[in-house]
């Protein structure tokens, strides 16, 4: 993969409830490609991205849908003139980031597995830049799902990035999940040390959360 330039804009806005302060984040990611990126955050929670390809806002399925209305595509089209304008000017701060950065990941169930019914294993990468990754899920080392989620990456403050990558599964004794990353920082894909489904019904201790650096390789 060869190396591209990001000036990243981030727009904050915080507000605060009775009982806590949140932050409300527009995050638009500009590449010298022309294309544009746009995420909504809440509390770091991504609640919507813009599908630039399909013309189309993608909203968190956990917010109800009279929400909806008040992200229209239209309006994330003028962030993308910004974007075509200005990157020049913005890639001049030394804020921007230059240097590729390898990804950490981290793979976990979303909560207790049960036998025979669905359950979701998600793959967390995070700290990574440019954003640029491809995600592969191996079941006993067959692919079983791709995942190129250039859209829904999220922007930190250090401007290195992350993504979730999701994969539904029934466990079955002895199968053995694999989460492979590839980036450009990377000599060669990279699997997450499999997870294996064993024999216990109810135990989730063989899904206990699994971090592996990448740096090394």
């Given at each position: 993969?060869?190396?591209?330039?990001?000036?990243?804009?981030?727009?904050?806005?915080?507000?605060?409830?009775?009982?806590?302060?949140?932050?409300?984040?527009?995050?638009?990611?500009?590449?010298?490609?022309?294309?544009?990126?746009?995420?909504?955050?809440?509390?770091?929670?991504?609640?919507?991205?813009?599908d630039?390809?399909?013309?189309?806002?993608?909203?968190?399925?956990r917010?109800?849908?009279?929400?909806?209305?008040?992200?229209?595509?239209?309006?994330?089209?003028?962030?993308?003139?910004?974007?075509?304008?200005?990157?020049?000017?913005?890639?001049?701060?030394?804020?921007?980031?230059?240097?590729?950065?390898?990804?950490?990941?981290?793979?976990?169930?979303?909560?207790?597995?049960?036998?025979r019914?669905?359950?979701?294993?998600?793959?967390?990468?995070r700290?990574?830049?440019?954003?640029?990754?491809?995600?592969?899920?191996?079941?006993?080392?067959?692919?079983v799902?791709?995942?190129?989620?250039?859209?829904?990456?999220?922007?930190?403050?250090?401007?290195?990035?992350?993504?979730?990558?999701?994969?539904?599964?029934?466990?079955?004794?002895?199968?053995?999940?694999?989460?492979?990353?590839?980036?450009e920082?990377?000599?060669?894909?990279?699997?997450?040390?499999?997870?294996?489904?064993?024999?216990?019904?109810?135990?989730?201790?063989?899904?206990?959360?699994?971090?592996?650096?990448?740096?090394?390789?």
């Amino acid at each position: 993969m060869s190396a591209i330039n990001c000036a990243v804009l981030v727009l904050f806005g915080t507000f605060t409830s009775v009982h806590a302060m949140h932050q409300l984040c527009h995050n638009v990611a500009c590449f010298d490609t022309g294309v544009t990126q746009i995420t909504v955050t809440f509390d770091d929670d991504e609640m919507l991205y813009v599908d630039f390809n399909n013309k189309n806002v993608v909203w968190d399925s956990r917010l109800p849908s009279h929400l909806h209305s008040i992200y229209g595509f239209n309006y994330s089209t003028n962030f993308k003139y910004q974007c075509k304008f200005h990157l020049a000017r913005w890639k001049e701060d030394s804020s921007v980031r230059a240097i590729p950065v390898a990804p950490e990941v981290l793979i976990y169930p979303t909560e207790h597995v049960v036998d025979r019914t669905n359950n979701t294993l998600i793959c967390f990468v995070r700290n990574f830049f440019p954003p640029i990754i491809k995600i592969k899920w191996t079941k006993n080392d067959d692919v079983v799902a791709s995942d190129n989620p250039f859209e829904k990456m999220i922007p930190d403050s250090d401007g290195t990035f992350q993504v979730f990558s999701t994969l539904s599964f029934v466990p079955e004794n002895g199968d053995i999940y694999s989460c492979i990353v590839e980036h450009e920082t990377l000599k060669q894909p990279v699997s997450l040390p499999p997870v294996e489904r064993t024999s216990s019904p109810q135990s989730t201790a063989q899904f206990a959360p699994l971090w592996e650096s990448l740096h090394s390789l």
